[in-house]
């Protein structure tokens, strides 16, 4: 049971640790490229409208990283902006045109709510990748990143880890040194029924000391008596075998062959 609660323990810590590195590294990524991305794929939470009816404000949608070869006319792409003062912006529409210009492919693209086009083209340095999925508005993932994309959340979703983290390690120091504590205790318990046996026998520590050794040597000697007549009776029990099997496998001997010859003849008398 102590091990399978050791074994436990380390593995709740190991998914905090590995909870706590997770959030730090969304947190990084959040405030370095504006959105989280791992293995080619980006997560998105759409905040306008200029995509309705196709993908509405508060939708999520991911997007994963293609060439810019492999975009066609109609793909819904992702596109880190450079106009004016949507600069710096993920911006999410679709291709309309493609321009090939100096051995570069440009897009023109525009939301599906929108009138015009957007203004200038998308550059393939530009390009994030195409829209892969994305979700209803309402959908419960879109409301748990909408929570946590808030400024309480964001903290919640570092300090909570944090937190469990420090309350699992500050648990187990709490135990440690309550353990600590009862072994102490115990000592002084025993030192001082010790100090009890003393008083009320009479003798010192060190007479005391002296018993217990005595007491030990006369148990051992005992005990090698006793296995020494364990061992006698033993060796007696097989030299009586032996003689028995003598007696029994003993051979004939010439006496015994007279008297059965004067058996023989009275049959063949008889």
């Not at 030990?216 to 061992?231: C, F, G, S």
Request: proline share 2%.
């Amino acid at each position: 049971m102590k091990r399978a609660g050791k074994i436990l323990s380390a593995a709740s810590t190991a998914l905090l640790v590995l909870a706590l590195v997770l959030a730090l590294l969304v947190a990084v990524q959040v405030r370095q490229n504006g959105f989280v991305s791992m293995g080619g794929r980006s997560l998105f939470r759409v905040v306008t409208g200029s995509m309705e009816p196709t993908i509405s404000a508060g939708a999520l949608l991911i997007c994963r990283e293609t060439p810019a070869e492999d975009i066609r006319v109609g793909d819904i792409i992702c596109y880190r902006s450079t106009d004016g003062a949507t600069a710096g912006w993920i911006i999410t529409h679709r291709v309309v045109r493609i321009l090939e210009s100096g051995g570069s492919i440009y897009f023109e693209t525009r939301g599906d709510a929108n009138a015009v086009s957007d203004g200038g083209f998308v550059s393939a340095e530009t390009l994030v990748g195409r829209v892969a999925w994305y979700s209803a508005p309402d959908s419960f993932y879109a409301k748990a990143v909408s929570a946590l994309s808030s400024k309480i959340g964001f903290l919640a979703l570092i300090l909570l880890p944090c937190l469990i983290v420090a309350g699992v390690l500050l648990s187990r120091s709490v135990k440690s040194l309550r353990q600590e504590l009862n072994t102490l205790l115990r000592l002084e318990q025993k030192e001082a029924i010790q100090s009890e046996c003393y008083r009320t026998w009479g003798i010192t520590e060190e007479e005391y000391a002296q018993m217990r050794q005595r007491i030990y040597r006369e148990l051992l000697a005992e005990k090698d008596a006793i296995m020494e007549a364990v061992r006698c009776q033993l060796a007696e029990e097989e030299n009586q075998g032996e003689t028995h099997e003598h007696q029994v496998f003993q051979p004939n001997t010439g006496a015994e062959k007279d008297r059965e010859q004067p058996e023989k003849t009275a049959e063949k008398t008889g």
